[in-house]
């Protein structure tokens, strides 16, 4: 069903993602059946469930920039597709960080691991989940290869979607790999550099950028607009990723779903973190590493929160995604673009960069 | 680099084979140091080597068995895109079996284990093989889209390469599924009948079917030959799995470079396993019962294999892989063949059912 309205913030155009992944998970019932992996068909439409599907609407808008739709329900099917490539990374996330939940729901693993309960349930819940995230990356390639879009058009995106895969999940390994000390980056500067280098690809290009040019792509935009919409899409992203981090730490849990300071227990050095690590006094910076990646209690969070706040990093990150929102504006008027998209990207940009509806 | 000879066994093949990976793995470096992720490209290179590139000698002269070989060296890297996507699967493959072993060296996330060290790594390892049979999957496709090929035979062969990957993924998650007793089959027949679809889509069509009608459909060839291709790669591909499960019990731990009995002791319900618990006596099938899926002494894995041989299914069995072979050969007189392509899918086939050189 293509989407009724424009506004990326219509419930509609979220209704209408839903339903193209519905639909294609509905296609693959008779595969699983016939091979006996319904439990993983059920499973993916949890995993691929909710969400502010904003990298099909920054994919649609991308689109849109470039040339008008001439096919919303083909257009809507391919947008759809980095929406089962993000379940799938999730999946792998949740094993990842042993993470319990997702959107206030059980992860993936655990989910299985309920479902067959007893002594081995846990290592089937890690399996069906390893297998889960790798059919669903399989099926958001097929996704979008079956969106019905021209081939000229899906000719000219692969390469962009290639590259995009391979950015979040080499992104994905540094970012790894730095949570457990296990790159040369001894200095703080250092670790700084590495925190930019894991926003910029498993974040900004990720969320943004590539979903931005993958539409404009599609289209057969020209090489300036799909440059114009890179700049973009990374200081858009850069924003989501400094909004991601506060959240991490001062969000509400109820809103966002994971317990209250879930990246301090994590012990994640974002760069809202080593920012504060780099600004406080000896003692606060001494008592913020023992904070990190230990199990926390509340008054540790409101500890660290205060040494975050009072360190003077809070309000810096809060700058700094405000001026990124600033040049990403300058940016969009660079280019000619139809007024629709000037108007959608625009507020596309405020939305991820506050997490507001 | 080209083939040189077109005998499938010939070590050149295999070298031609390696030498494409290694390439297409040096393409990657550029990437992977400018995200900061070269030990996964590292382990990628691990993680690929060896083997004996059955798969891609299967799309090989399933090419020849449709058309002239226009373009080798593309024709190879083609090919060898399936070896990647085999190095993905054993990848996630060890981490859900929690295999410590791979042809002989450590697996991929002992490797990563053992390169971070401490309380940690165990957790690092996981994590970072998680990644690494991602990114391999998804370079077996970047692979494939960057062979060289005309782009009017990949258009061709998407589908079927799609349809490859959705298989081995269903099929792995009900071989799972099966080993935790985590599906509905409760009687002994309905757990053969899953072992069949296993063997069939985990195996059989993975392996073989698929991979040489892949060869033929990247040729352009009738759909005459390509339904026989997939009958013929079934036979053989069942035949492969039969012979896999005789080397998992029987099977001398330096040729094939796991522990001795090692599918005794992850207790797997093989075609042979299930077939001599049908047909022993009550004491040895309880016996045998109680060897699968516990730590086992070679003392154990003797008795299993006297309970095994005695039962009739060793016999039995072997008499299924000749019969299957027998069938392939059949097949392959049932449609006009290049007699080289011929010859070579014979031999092909042989190999696979003997795993010898």
């Known amino acids: 069903m293509p989407p009724r309205s424009h506004s990326p913030q219509a419930p509609d155009f979220i209704e209408a993602v839903d339903a193209a992944i519905a639909q294609f998970l509905d296609s693959r019932v008779e595969i699983a059946e016939r091979i006996g992996a319904m439990p993983l068909l059920e499973q993916a439409r949890f995993a691929t469930a909710g969400g502010k599907r904003l990298r099909a609407a920054f994919c649609w ?11 919303a329900a083909a257009l809507t099917r391919a947008a759809a597709s980095l929406e089962l490539l993000q379940a799938s990374l999730l999946v792998h996330d949740d094993i990842i960080d ?37 059919v669903l990356f399989d099926w958001s ?26 950015e979040v999940l080499l992104g994905q390994y540094l970012d790894v790999a730095a949570g457990f000390d296990a790159t040369d980056a ?46 973009y899409g990374s200081l858009v992203g850069q924003a989501f990723q400094l909004r991601d981090d506060i959240l991490g730490v001062f969000g509400d849990p109820e809103l966002i779903g994971k317990p209250a300071g879930d990246d ?11 920012q504060a690590l780099g600004l406080s006094n000896e003692a606060d910076r001494t008592a913020l590493r023992a904070i990190l990646g230990t199990p926390t209690d509340d008054a540790a969070v ?16 809060e700058d700094q995604i405000e001026a990124l929102l600033y040049r990403a504006t300058v940016e969009l008027d660079s280019v000619a673009l139809p ?19």
Chains 1, 2 share one sequence.
């Open 264 to 274: 301090l227990r994590e012990g994640k050095r974002t760069t809202l973190v080593l």
């Open 186 to 231: 001894t200095t703080l500067e250092a670790q700084q550099e590495q925190a930019a280098t894991v926003l910029e690809y498993k974040t900004a290009r990720y969320t943004v950028a590539r979903p931005v040019q993958l539409g404009a792509t599609l289209a057969g935009g020209s090489p300036e607009l799909i440059a114009m919409l890179g700049r």
């Open 302 to 317: 409101d500890r660290a929160r205060r040494i975050i706040t009072d360190s003077g990093a809070l309000e810096i990150v």
């Open 98 to 134: 042993n993470s319990d939940t997702r959107r206030g729901a059980p992860s993936a693993h655990r989910a299985f691991q309920a479902r067959l309960g007893g002594d081995r349930a846990e290592s089937y819940g890690i399996a069906s989940a390893i297998l889960l995230g790798d």
């Open 141 to 166: 390639i097929a996704m979008l290869e079956s969106s019905g879009l021209p081939s000229e058009a899906l000719d000219r995106a692969r390469g962009i979607v290639a590259e995009m895969r391979s």
């Open 61 to 71: 808008w991308g689109y849109v920039a470039a040339a008008p739709v001439a096919d």
């Open 339 to 357: 007024p629709e998209a000037k108007t959608a990207l625009t507020r596309l940009a405020k939305r991820a960069a506050t997490r507001e509806r």
